[in-house]
Every structure is written in structure tokens, then in C-alpha cells.
């Protein structure tokens, strides 16, 4: 995809079609809820699993899984605001090309 309009005899950087800025977006928001989802799996593992009920593979199986969608929805509402950092250095590496 060609990011650059001929405007007379310079070279002008374009804006991304909507379809692609919205691919941005979404991989930015991706992007930033697999980091949040890998910062909250350091924290959860200092949480004991041990007890009557605690423990074993259906637990570690659920817990990644809830790991990944609490990131997941952290990014959703907002995160800590990686994403928007995310999508402006991909905007400039693309208008850059």
C-alpha cells in the first residue's frame, strides 16, 4: 500500500484509508492487551493455588484464560494508554516509507 500522494513536484505524506486505520487501531488495542495480560500473569503467579479445591491443569488452563481477557478488557476501556503510543509510531514508520 502506497502511503504517498504526487502533489506538483514534491512528495506528500498521505492519511491512511479508513480501513486501515482502523487495522491500526485494532493492533495497537491488540498489542497493548497482550502486554497488560503478560504484566498481570507475573502478578497472578505469586497468587497459592494450593488447597482442597486449588491447583492442577484445569486451573492453570482457566486462569491463563482469564489472565488473557482481563488484559484484553483493560485495553478495551483504555489500558494505561500503550496503545495510542503504539498506533502514533506505527502511523509515522508508515508515512515515513
Keep these: 500500500m502506497n502511503m504517498l500522494d504526487i502533489t506538483g513536484s514534491q512528495l506528500q505524506p498521505s492519511r491512511p484509508s479508513p480501513s486501515a486505520r482502523h487495522k ?4 495497537a488495542q491488540d498489542f497493548e492487551g497482550m502486554f497488560l495480560s503478560q ?4 502478578v497472578w ?3 497459592p493455588t494450593d488447597g482442597a479445591m486449588g491447583g492442577g491443569t484445569g486451573e492453570a488452563i482457566f486462569r491463563s484464560m482469564m489472565i488473557q481477557d482481563i488484559g ?5 476501556q483504555g489500558g494505561i494508554g500503550l496503545s495510542g503510543r503504539v498506533k502514533e509510531e506505527l502511523l ?4 515515513a516509507r
Design 24 to 27: 491500526l487501531d485494532a493492533s
Design 39 to 42: 504484566m498481570l500473569e507475573t
Design 45 to 47: 503467579s505469586t497468587v
Design 72 to 76: 484484553r478488557q483493560m485495553a478495551q
Design 92 to 95: 509515522a514508520l508508515q508515512e
